[in-house]
């Protein structure tokens, strides 16, 4: 019989598994707190199970690990993105984003990504699979076991892959990245971030998690968002705007719409008003970030003034807009660039 990948279980599926092997339920207690709060890597170190449990968990258990590759970390703002190769050798990135008291870590959901928006560093080299939960989870572990002195307070599914997509996986991490054994982060201070696969949208409604839902809109043009976001022929913003609508309704949670700024494609004044006729009505934010040039692309970002303008725009036709700032840009943070140049 195979071992199975602790981490890639719930605790209450650990606690069957334990009551399996003649043990009692609250062990999985303690073996969550050791695996999410203590960050072990052997059940050697886990000195509060007797010699008898343990040998039994190394019988039964097996513990990913996750290793890296290479890191960069920005001068002007401290945002470190890692390089992390798997146990079978495939890479992924995460980045950690500090600012003040909140530090916020951006996680992959996939290796590679099938979505191949044209924009995005993690396209040119298509997918490969999903991400386990305990791959994701290895993730947060890394980074929290290699930035002691910060606390995490936010989780953001922004980087490789489309976390709808890997949905199952990706809803299993969340749970114990919530749990109170765990890593105790509030559902609210956890973002999934999509493309626009609606059927995943209207599965979220079910969760009963008040996590927060981030779409990336980058155009109020059919075709134009179709070049930028191929997933735009399937699930096309008619029909995406109208799942929104009908996700805000029932959850009662705010949207948040993503929009990169990018020279003579989606930054004019005529796309800010396009944009808010398309979203009028919906209780939803916008963030805009002007674009983080990616070699090779042929992509340039606007001017400042051109972004100012944007923002102004949206602002005058009442939609709650804010204005970010791309973060490390001396080290090509964006999403996939640091494994695309190792690749």
């Not at 980074?143 to 809803?171: A, C, S, W």
């Not at 070049?227 to 029909?239: F, G, I, Q, S």
């Not at 494609?265 to 005529?270: K, L, Q, T």
């Amino acid at each position: 019989m195979s071992k199975i990948d602790i981490k890639n279980i719930s605790k209450d599926e650990l606690i069957k598994e334990l009551v399996r092997i003649g043990e009692k339920p609250y062990r999985a207690t303690q073996v969550f707190r050791w695996l999410y709060k203590s960050l072990v890597t052997s059940f050697d170190d886990m000195t509060d199970l007797n010699k008898e449990l343990r040998e039994k968990l190394k019988q039964e258990f097996y513990i990913t690990k996750i290793v890296s590759l290479d890191s960069k970390r920005s001068f002007s703002d401290g945002t470190t993105k890692y390089l992390l190769k798997l146990e079978d050798s495939h890479t992924i990135e995460s980045v950690l984003l500090p600012e003040d008291e909140r530090t916020t870590l951006c996680l992959s959901s996939q290796v590679g990504c099938k979505f191949g928006c044209s924009f995005c560093a993690s396209a040119p080299f298509g997918f490969v699979r999903n991400l386990k939960a305990s791959e994701i989870l290895d993730e947060v572990i890394f980074m929290k076991t290699h930035n002691k002195d910060r606390q995490i307070t936010n989780i953001v599914f922004m980087g490789i892959g489309e976390p709808l997509d890997n949905y199952n996986n990706v809803m299993r991490a969340i749970r114990i990245l919530n749990d109170e054994d765990a890593f105790k982060i509030g559902a609210r201070k956890i973002t999934i971030s999509t493309c626009g696969v609606i059927p995943g949208i209207m599965k979220l409604v079910d969760e009963k998690l008040q996590i927060e839902l981030s779409v990336s809109l980058h155009s109020p043009d059919d075709k134009i968002r179709s070049t930028l976001v191929p997933a735009n022929k399937r699930y096309p913003l008619n029909d995406l705007i109208a799942a929104c609508k009908e996700y805000t309704r029932l959850t009662k949670r705010v949207i948040t719409f993503e929009y990169v700024l990018i020279k003579r494609v989606n930054a004019s004044e005529g796309d800010a008003f396009k944009v808010a006729k398309l979203l009028t009505g919906m209780i939803c934010k916008v963030n805009i970030i002007s674009y983080n040039q990616i070699k090779a692309k042929g992509y340039e970002a606007p001017s400042t003034a051109e972004v100012k303008n944007f923002f102004r725009t949206l602002k005058s036709r009442a939609v709650n807009v804010m204005l970010r700032k791309s973060k490390g840009e001396d080290i090509d943070a964006g999403c996939g660039q640091l494994r695309i140049s190792k690749l």
